[in-house]
């Protein structure tokens, strides 16, 4: 049987121990109560398979979304699932929920058959070897870049916060980016607190070997199989001159030889996911969810749940 609980009733230490053995970060109970508090979730048995349920209200009507930071959640399982079951805990979202955006993860193999299933792409590379092998597979536009790095006189430095990441990103893409506001950034940084003391994150900054000056940093997250890498800025003269390249051949290097998966965390941008696959990662898709049994002026509603979401 399927249960939905409500956040009181879950225990979290069955949960952890299940969702330790995907890899995932972002369904570790500590990080969904920082991402979105109260989540609740679809039980299978005695935790032989969880569901995340990251539900609002608004305007008197509950729905689903994806949390912010949150790429992949969705059904995690201690065996595989078939494709049946993993549709059955679809089924058994409670009926309360009138409409409903999420995203699943890479593991779930989902019915054909079923409607309203998209998918998103996501760029991965297997560390699992030494550097040199990853590295030959680098394209060659990439290794180009990384050499012109190298020469412009740049160095990898773990003396920055993360909130100097951030504010290089606000100055930057961040100006261009509507969705996000100071509540989005405080979460990030409540989430990096804490996955510290998870050992579970780490920042990278890169800057110029003669001045403090930040060019690019990011945000990395990390679990036993998986490193994610979360959130970056990067200056217009970052940019210029490599920075990104070099600050994610340095994370690669640092893990190389481990049996983790590094995870680029997409992306759905073109232009993103050939940067990322630039350093030899292969295309994963994950599944996307969606319904909406809202009534005919609930268009209406949905813009607004939009415009506040």
């Known amino acids: 049987m399927i249960h939905y609980l409500k956040h009181t009733e879950i225990d979290f230490r069955k949960w952890d121990d299940l969702i330790a053995q995907h890899g995932l970060v972002y369904a570790q109970s500590w990080y969904l109560d920082i991402v979105h508090p109260n989540w609740e979730a679809l039980i299978l048995g ?37 494709p049946e079951m993993q549709s059955r805990f679809l089924q058994s979202i409670p009926q309360k929920f009138r409409f409903c955006e999420i995203r699943l993860n890479e593991s779930n193999a989902l019915d054909g058959n079923m409607q309203d299933i998209g998918y998103h792409r996501n760029i991965v590379l297997d560390l699992n070897r030494d550097y040199d092998t990853i590295r030959a597979n680098y394209h060659n536009n990439t290794r180009r870049n990384l050499v012109k790095a190298l020469g412009n006189h ?60 930040l060019l690019c940093g990011g945000l990395y997250l990390m679990t036993d199989s998986r490193v994610i890498f979360l959130f970056s800025g990067c200056s217009e003269r ?22 983790v998966t590094f995870d680029f965390e997409g992306s759905d941008d073109d232009n993103l996911a050939r940067f990322y696959l630039g350093f030899g990662g292969e295309e994963r898709c994950y599944p996307a969810y969606s319904f909406n049994t809202l009534p005919p002026f609930g268009n209406v509603l949905l813009k607004a749940w939009k415009k506040w979401r």
Not at 54 to 67: E, M, N, R, W
Not at 199 to 210: E, I, L, S
Not at 243 to 257: N, P
């Open 46 to 82: 005695d935790y032989e398979a969880v569901m995340p349920l990251t539900g609002g209200k608004k305007f008197g009507v509950h729905y689903l979304f994806q949390p912010f930071f949150v790429q992949q959640l969705g059904i995690f399982s201690r065996q595989p699932l078939s």
């Open 154 to 213: 740049l160095e990898i430095s773990y003396g920055y916060k993360l909130c100097d990441v951030i504010a290089l990103f606000r100055a930057n893409r961040g100006a261009r980016v509507g969705v996000w506001g100071d509540a989005e950034y405080a979460t990030l940084e409540r989430l990096y607190k804490v996955a510290v003391r998870h050992d579970a994150a780490f920042v990278v900054g890169v800057r110029p070997t003669t001045t403090h000056e």
């Open 238 to 259: 970052g940019r210029q001159l490599n920075a990104m390249t070099l600050m994610m051949d340095e994370a690669i290097k640092d893990f190389s030889g481990k049996p």
